[in-house]
């Protein structure tokens, strides 16, 4: 594995969850097992119902294109040498309003469309950190 020398993320109590599935190359979101409403990003109390005992599962991981914008200025020097690059925000099948940012592999920025099916895919970039991705189907 190559040295890894873009930011990592900075998992706390809400989101170390979402980073140990990453790591078993499963998206998982948090639940509530009350109303059943998943959410991404995690949050302490259920938006819908205000139940505190939040857990998370493991979803299918296929949604669509909900929207996306393209970078072609990098103000971070890791950056720099990605411009142009796609940032896509992804609805998952499981619930509407189930956004999960994240970049394409394997499509040109010309070639995102809404709706345009995906799927995850996981990216090993340290030893300690897996990235989710986005691959269309």
């Known amino acids: 594995m190559a040295a890894y020398t873009k930011p990592l993320p900075t998992p706390d109590q809400y989101s170390q969850p979402f980073w140990e599935a990453t790591k078993r190359h499963e998206l998982a979101v948090q639940y509530c097992p009350h109303c059943g409403t998943y959410e991404f990003p995690p949050y302490p109390m259920c938006p819908k119902c205000r139940a505190m005992d939040r857990t998370w599962k493991k979803v299918s991981g296929k949604g669509k294109i909900f929207a996306w914008f393209v970078v072609n200025y990098s103000t971070h020097p890791d950056f720099v040498n990605d411009v142009p690059y796609a940032v896509v ?49």
């Open 89 to 137: 925000v992804v609805q998952l099948d499981e619930q509407p309003n189930l956004r999960v940012p994240s970049n394409m592999v394997d499509c040109k920025i010309e070639d995102i469309k809404f709706n345009m099916p995906v799927e995850a895919v996981f990216e090993d970039v340290t030893p300690e950190y897996t990235l989710v991705k986005w691959k269309r189907i």
